[in-house]
């Protein structure tokens, strides 16, 4: 009896095929699905460190781990750089840190120099990989440059040892996002730090601005037949201009004080802010222990220059100074300068403006300096304005500058009106702001007084006998 051939098995049914296949494709599709979402919440997670976080530090440090997971890869590096293009090493982070240990220690002792001296982010950037890829070995290494606002805040790599690891699209986008959140971490934080040191700068100005206010005068001395009025406008929270008034016998009080011989001194250290600020006080109390000598405006100068020699040689910074006397009784106003903006003086019974000028170099310029001196005797009604460069060289919306010539034309003008001292002051500034502008700040300090003798000046009376008639001397 012979046998049946084999049976051949049955043909599976088409619906029973159609559905194994539906079924693997659902498989398929949640499995990307889950991927997805938890792509998705560790990016989500990163956003979220980014805007709440407080320290960078901690930022940086989950940012290997989020790369390496969102990669699914071996490992991660994020190599983060100073503005000024140097490597942030205290914040060179990566995942697992045994498997990166040697890339971080070889390019935390790698000298500053070397990577300061590329030029440009492909340099910077094959700098870094070149390193990293060496001691990393046998991976496959990827990388993408961390930046923000076109400047180079670093870089970070992802790698991995699998055969046929694949560098999809998709992981070239995903790591391009995480290390453009990570170029705004960091410039975020730059932009902190320099808010802080703007604002501990601020508070030091504050305070310098303080000290050098109660440093000028706050208010003008009662000198006799004198009307003063003085201003200080800085073009910055700290100036360098100074002016000031010194009693040359400060031991005495009330009427014979103001019958005494006052100080009376413009400066203005070459510079702004802080620095002009710092010295134009040093002057101010070398000045003051000077003027107690009695010396004459020459002397008094030629001793400053000495005394201030060494500092203001150090800073590489002058100082120019307008030092006068004035003697109430006599009217005799003595005066040296040492290269300042003369002082203007109108003359009442003239009718005309004249300026107030000796030879002399700037204080700090040269060690021995001599210095002239001038004398003029003033009348009732005479006028005198002492003022700093910031004036005449505050330039308009034309380009053109205030100029001696244009203060001359306002002060001889205002002084033939007949005003006071403040009067005056107010009137030249005011004119001086509409020619800047209201709206526009100065560029240097601008700095006036005025000193204005009354029309009526009463001189001492002269001791008289019993019969009322001057005693015989």
Partial sequence: MSQMPPSRPAAAHPAVAQADATATLRQLMDSLSREQ??????????????????????????????????MEADGSLLVPLHEDGKLWRDQLQAVPQERCSEAL??????????????????????????????TLGEVQLFATSVMARSQLHGRLYVFSRREGYGWSEIRRRHLQLVADLCGVALESDGLQQNLRRHQRLDRQLSIGAEIQAQLLPDRCPVIEGVELAARCRPAYEVG??????????????????????WA??????????????LLMTLLRGMLRAEVLSGLAPDRILQDLNQLAQQDLARSHRFVTLFYSDYDPLSRLLRYANAAHNPPLLWR??????????????????????DYGVGESVLDPGDVALLYTDGVTEATGFSGDRFDEERLQRSFHGVCRSGVGAQAILDHLFARLDRFVGADRQLEDDASMVVLKLRDEVLLPSLPVGSGGSPMAS
């Fill in 37 to 70: 979402r938890r792509n998705q919440e560790l990016i989500a997670s990163l956003a979220f460190l980014l805007r709440s976080f407080t320290n960078i530090g901690r930022f940086l440090e989950v940012v290997p781990l989020v790369v390496s997971q969102l």
């Fill in 264 to 277: 009376l001194v413009m400066g203005d250290v070459m510079g702004k802010g802080v620095p002009a600020g």
């Fill in 105 to 134: 220690r070889q390019l935390a002792a790698a000298p500053d120099s070397e990577l300061t001296a590329l030029q440009g982010e492909a340099s910077v950037a094959a700098w870094l990989d070149q390193r990293i890829g060496r």
């Fill in 348 to 369: 009442r019974r003239a009718n005309r403006v004249e300026r107030l000028d000796a030879p002399g170099l700037l204080i700090g310029l040269q060690r021995h300096a």
């Fill in 240 to 261: 360098g201009d100074y002016y000031d008034f010194i009693p040359t016998q400060p031991n005495l009080q009330g009427k014979q004080l103001e019958q005494a011989r």
